[in-house]
């Protein structure tokens, strides 16, 4: 091979492998935040469990309001019926171009910004888990997609109003979590 020809393959290779390792790095960033945030919703969750458990009681003993850590990456929220999974994805997530959280100046400004790591929040009947019923519909009541910066969008949870829509401002805080 000639050595210009040698020359420009070296290069590309280089400028593949420095592409490699920023994603790497960037993906490996982002599941560290997603982790973080993931646990402390965890125990943001286990407090507001307790909390309310401790007014319902005192009005109403038969309302069950109960918090499960099911895994690292997975915890539960029975209300009564009603059952709320939270999940977080292991995988780090990027959208096509034309989707609408990717078409602003804040994720075109560093690409890192367009990678999330994202945590979903499934609503179903309690029994559906209970008694193995994998018939039984659930519905994805929202998902949280968190950016290397910590800044956040949250997708679904239409009924609660949470205009979360700006991933520039919204920055993870325990108040966040909380709401």
């Known amino acids: 091979m000639a050595p210009e020809k040698n020359a420009r393959m070296k ?63 997975e915890f539960q929220i029975k209300f009564s019926g009603d059952l709320l999974v939270f999940v977080m994805h292991s995988n780090i997530i990027t959208f096509p171009d034309d989707y609408e959280i990717m078409r602003n100046d804040y994720g075109d400004e560093d690409f890192r910004r367009r990678f999330f790591g994202h945590i979903m929040a499934y609503n179903f009947m309690a029994d559906t888990i209970k008694y193995n019923r994998l018939d039984d519909p659930g519905y994805l009541v929202g998902r949280m997609l968190i950016n290397i910066e910590n800044h956040f969008v949250i997708e679904g949870v239409k009924q609660m109003d949470l205009s979360y829509d700006r991933m520039a401002r919204n920055v993870i805080s325990d108040d966040m979590l909380r709401l």
């Open 11 to 73: 290069d590309k290779l280089d400028d593949i492998i420095q592409g490699l390792q920023q994603k790497s790095a960037t993906k490996q960033a982002i599941y560290r935040n997603t982790y973080q945030t993931f646990t402390r919703m965890k125990e943001i969750s286990q407090e507001i469990v307790a909390e309310l458990t401790t007014r319902i009681t005192t009005h109403n003993a038969d309302v069950v309001i109960e918090y499960k850590a099911i895994s690292d990456l």
